[in-house]
């Protein structure tokens, strides 16, 4: 009986001596916040395969179920076909694997060059035409 509740207090302490050494390292400070920007914007740039990649620093970091984050990437194509033709890609970021999938995102393209439309106020709908009242005509006697 003593060999195993030694074991067992042996195997808690040691759980909870490994859980100590991860619980700061897998904390979310300030600098592992700015490698992992460092190191979705270096995945991104690379695997969008364009010239002169520039990784926007808006991220869209979706929760813990997907493991995602999302940005966009802009630059010009490679191909001489293209003739240095303006891209911009969406790059979703996987942050178990550390891998980042690209694809043509061009339908966003504006989104860098013009601002957002304004709301405009709805149209007064139009007011009924109003007839100018008719003196009666006057009868013979």
Request: charged share 15%.
């Amino acid at each position: 009986m003593y060999i195993i509740l030694r074991g067992v207090l042996t195997l808690a302490v040691a759980s909870v001596i490994a859980i100590m050494a991860v619980g700061p390292a897998s904390a979310s400070s300030p600098a592992a916040w700015a490698q992992h920007d460092k190191d979705t914007q270096q995945a991104c740039a690379a695997a969008s395969e364009l010239n002169n990649p520039v990784v926007h620093p808006k991220t869209v970091l979706f929760d813990d179920t997907v493991g995602m984050d999302a940005r966009l990437v802009t630059g010009t194509w490679k191909p001489a076909h293209m003739n240095g033709a303006k891209a911009v890609m969406l790059c979703l970021y996987d942050r178990k694997t550390r891998r980042a999938v690209v694809q043509d995102a061009d339908a966003w393209r504006g989104a860098f060059t013009t601002a957002p439309a304004k709301p405009t106020a709805p149209a007064a709908a139009p007011k009924p035409a109003v007839k100018a009242p008719v003196a009666p005509t006057p009868r013979a006697p």
